[in-house]
């Protein structure tokens, strides 16, 4: 069975750091692209960042040079890096799971994890 | 800002039929497949259609997809008390090099 469990989440200062995580069960996070998708408070879906199989990322405008996608193969772990943080990051945070390698879907989302920034 | 703009909210009674529209761009929904989330509240959303029109296992055919040019349609049929949730569509796009998500439909069950 397919699990994601988002961790690391919590209440952050503007401008601190923050790393969340997201621990992968049932396939492994280098067979497929993956993403983390935040949701402001009573706001929509805003995709954050993906990384592929082979390693290319790509982010969103409001988080370029501030946050960094990565992952660990051995711990099978999908992370984000998120500095510089400000108010409008606060947001649940969810990682995904991409359907195919040719298919812009996420079939897969963890329970996602809340993170506010605030002072 | 999303780049791909759905109505805020539709509503029916229960058994009726709803749709949901997605509209994007040549460089989003006309050049790369669509998908579509449910996201019940309190709860991550959920993929009921990817690749324009499939369903994965365990979705009812009670939910379609399509698409036409730049624009996508989700429709809703039969219509249940338990669909009550928000729906958002999704794509990749080509000038952002990003992943977009539609701004969202609440449906309600009237």
């Known amino acids: 069975e397919v699990q994601l469990v988002e961790s690391g989440g919590g209440l952050i200062q503007p401008g601190g750091s923050l790393r969340l995580s997201c621990a992968a069960s049932?396939?492994?996070?280098?067979?497929?692209?993956m993403s983390w998708v935040r949701q402001a408070p009573g706001k929509g879906l805003e995709w954050v960042s993906v990384?592929?199989?082979?390693?290319?990322?790509y982010y969103a405008d409001s988080v370029k040079g501030r946050f960094t996608i990565s992952r660990d193969i051995f711990k099978n772990t999908l992370y984000i890096q998120m500095n510089s943080l400000r108010a409008d990051d606060t947001a649940v945070y969810y990682c995904?799971?991409?359907?195919?390698?040719?298919?812009?879907?996420?079939?897969?989302w963890g329970q996602g994890i809340l993170v506010t920034v605030s002072s | 800002q999303s780049v791909l703009t759905q109505p805020p909210s539709v509503s029916a009674a229960p058994g009726q039929k709803v749709t949901i529209s997605c509209s994007g761009s040549?460089?989003?929904?006309?050049?790369?497949?669509v998908s579509w989330y449910q996201q019940l509240p309190g709860t991550a959303p959920k993929l009921l259609i990817y690749?324009?029109?499939n369903r994965p296992s365990g979705i009812p055919d009670r939910f379609s997809g399509s698409r036409s040019g730049t624009s996508a349609t989700l429709g809703i049929t039969g219509l249940q008390t338990g669909d009550e949730a928000d729906y958002y569509c999704?794509?990749?796009?080509?000038?952002?090099?990003?992943?977009?998500f539609g701004t969202g439909t609440k449906v309600t069950v009237l």
């Open positions: 990384i592929y199989s082979g390693g290319t990322t």
């Open positions: 995904a799971r991409g359907a195919d390698s040719s298919s812009p879907s996420f079939d897969s």
């Open positions: 040549s460089s989003n929904i006309e050049s790369y497949y």
């Open positions: 999704g794509t990749w796009d080509s000038s952002l090099s990003a992943f977009v």
């Open positions: 690749d324009n029109n």
């Open positions: 049932g396939f492994t996070v280098r067979s497929h692209y």
